[in-house]
Every structure is written in C-alpha cells, then in structure tokens.
C-alpha cells in the first residue's frame, strides 16, 4: 500500500513513494492528473493507454489530454520539457519514465502532411478527439475511477475488431500520411480488420506515402517487424497498395519461382512471408530486417529454367542483395552500426550450407561474427520455411556447445612488436604472416608462442620479406 506524505515546499503536490518503490507508468499519470484536477483542471488518459487498458495489455506508457495550456502546465511541472509546445503537448519525465500532456485542441490544416499549420485550442475533451487518428485511439478515462469517455465509438470497434478512421478518412490521412501505415500497423498487431472506407482511402492516398521522411518510416516498418505480426502486416501493406511504395524491392519478390527441391513453399515472396511469420514479438530490429532482405537480391538475378539448362538459378543473388539492402539502409537513414549487421546477415546467410565441410578456421571465424545468434536465427528461420533441413543448424548448435570460446578466439600469440623484433620490417607482410599464423593456431597446428615463432621463421624469412 502506498504511503503518500504533504510538504510545504511551495511548489506543487506530489505524491512521494517509499525509497523501495518503483513508480509504474500508471502512478505517474495518476499523478499529473491529480496535480492538473487538485490546480482546477481538467485532466483525462487518452489514446493507446486506453485501448491497450481496455483490451487488457499493459500499456508501455500514458498520455494525458487536459485543457490547461502549455504554460500553465509547465507552470505545475517545473520538470517538464516543451518537446511540442507549439502544437499544445509537453513532455513530464520522471523517475526515468516519461508522460506527455497535450492540451484540447482542434487543428486548422496539415500543409506538411504531418504537423498543424495552426492550433487551436478548446475546453472540451470532445472536440479534442474528433482531431485523433482512429476510434480505437480516441477513448478519453478517468485516472481515478476508470470511467470511460466515448465520443467516437471506439469501444464499438475495439469489440468488433475493427480499424476506423475518426471523421473522414482521406482527411485523416491528408493530415498526417502515417498515420496510412499505423492502421496497417494496428490492424496487425490486434488482428483487426480495416473498415473499408478507411481501408480504401489508403489504397486511394498510398502514393502519397512516399511524402512522409524517411525516419517516421524506418521507425512505423521496423515496429510493425517487430511486433509479432511481421506477416499480417506486410501482407496488409500489400493489399493497400502501401508495400510498392516504401518498399518496391520486397513487392518485386511476388511471383518469382523457385527450384521446388529447395524451396517446395514457393515463390520468392511466399518464402518471405513464412520467414516473417516466424518472427517474435520484440525480436531484435536488425535480424527483422535481416529476414525481411535475405533474399532481396533474387528477383533481379532470376534465370529460368529454360536459359540455364538445368534449374531456376539465382546466381550472384547475394552479392546483388547486399548492394540492394545497402541502399535500402542508407535511403531509410539507418546507422551505421544497424546497416553493418543487417549487411551481414544477408551476406552470410548463403554459407551455411558449407559448414559440415569448412575448415576448422574458416568455421571458427565464421561463428565468432558479431552478434552470430542473429545469423543462426536466420538460418534456422530460413530452413524452416523452406526445406526444413536443420542439418547445417544442428551442426553449428553441437560446434558451438563443444567447442571452448577459447578455441574458437584463441589470444593471439605474436603480436607487429613481435614480428619486428624477429627482423621483419613493417609492411604488407605483416598482415600476410600474422592472417597465416592465426590459421594455423585456428587449425590447432601451434598452441605456444615459441611454436608460433617457429612456424613463422620456418616460412617466412626476415630478410626477404623486409627488403
């Protein structure tokens, strides 16, 4: 039970929690609520915290809607931070946590596609919601008793499992062209439908995608990869003519076959799709991606069965594929540390196949990549909506478990300092003989330092290798 005590400090009320206490989410904007309410405000819980109460999931975080204006209520909350002022919303972190409070508002415009040209502000939590972006997200409650406040209704829809625009649709989507693919979003994430006049208002509007910046869409493709309905939502983004124009190097995969022996699900696109749907909720956003471009680089490098002579060919796909994900990273201002590990997955997702019959160093290397579970993840993913082969898989699993960390990245046993001070000068040698050394360690050939010295005088001499 919490113990709230008063001090008169002159700033105001704030419930104060025992020092063991961890604030939840739902404390703290109680709190702001109570704050706004106690100074003669209305304060009320608003959007996807509702809905996230009313489905009953825990909401990740609260928004509160009062008509108290920016300034009075940075007035209140001295902490606070004016992320949006200008648009009526100000951002309270507190106890690591954070809730943004927006004040009643109507907008007048989206010259932008995204932000008001003009606000405007009003008393009544009504006219707020009519501005929002769906039913679903326009219920108002009480912080106190539960009391919900249906102006639009979305808790209709939340019990038909429904996707509705509020008001007009292609107003909606006018305002703010995101807001297309968070219905896909949604309606993936719950497995709801979209009700059809929103539904085809964003077949209408879908071109108009491409106005929005290439970080609000890196940002709505990754959650909806990484929300545990990877399928349904690339699928929705599909049929709602969404997925050509943010991502026309995936929709490219429809309908390109695939030799039946590997892959008896079909073509390029069913593959992906069977991948996607193996993806968790709160998988790691780079192996998402990783799944999603894997084989990106198949539709340009398809060869017939008829010209190659045996079988449908994809050769070159992964070389192609990595330059194609590379420029789908770099157009979605991906860093560069993401960019490097979802290159990688698609480089590496072909070798495989090899591992029964690499050699002990080129395997030790191989499973020692940064982040290797992400690769084997795929891998595993990959063969499951394929051939369901897990040989290779298995093979890695039973390595990886016998095989000491120590073996697989030995210490290096000679160092540059170390070759120089055997008579060898600085140069392209060095790169040669210390890449020849750690084979042979790899390989098991030497375990000592003075062994490694040997091995290197035995094949490489100071004197040549210097001049």
Known sequence: MLTVTFENTGLPWRPRMPHNHCVTPREMANSICDTLRRNGFQALLVGGSVRDVLLGREPADYDVTTDATPEQVTGLFPESVAVGAQFGVILIPRDGLKVEVATFRSDAGYSDGRHPDRVIYSKTAEEDVQRRDFTINGLLMRHDNGEVLDFV???????????????????????????????????ARFEFAIEPATGNAIYQHAPEIRQVSAERLREE?????????????????????????????????????????????????????????????????????????????????????????????????????????????????????????????VKNHMKFKDVETMRASTLKRFVRQPHFDEHLALHRLDCLSSNRQLQSYEFVQRFLADTPPEQVQPERLLSGDDLLAMGFRPGPVFSEILGSLEDAQLEGQIKTRGEAQEWVLKRFSPIKKGR
């Open 153 to 187: 209704g979305g808790q209709a829809d939340l019990k038909a499992k429904t996707i509705r625009a509020i008001g007009e649709p292609e107003r909606r989507f006018r305002e703010d062209k995101l807001r297309m693919m968070r219905a896909v979003r949604f309606a």
């Open 221 to 345: 493709l990754t959650k909806l990869l990484t929300e545990g309905a990877a399928r349904r939502g690339f699928e929705l983004l599909d049929e709602r003519g969404l997925l050509l124009q943010v991502l026309p190097e995936i929709f490219a995969m429809k309908g390109i076959p695939q030799p039946p022996q590997y892959h008896p699900e079909g073509d390029v696109w069913i593959h992906t799709r069977l991948m996607l749907e193996g993806l968790p909720a709160g998988v790691s956003p780079t192996l998402a991606w990783g799944v999603l471009l894997h084989d990106v680089g198949k539709p340009p490098t398809f060869r017939p069965a008829s010209e190659t002579g045996d079988r449908i060919r994809f050769d070159g796909h992964v070389d192609v594929g990595v330059r194609m994900a590379e420029e789908i990273c770099r157009r979605l201002h991906f860093s560069n540390e993401e960019t490097e590990q979802i290159l990688a997955l």
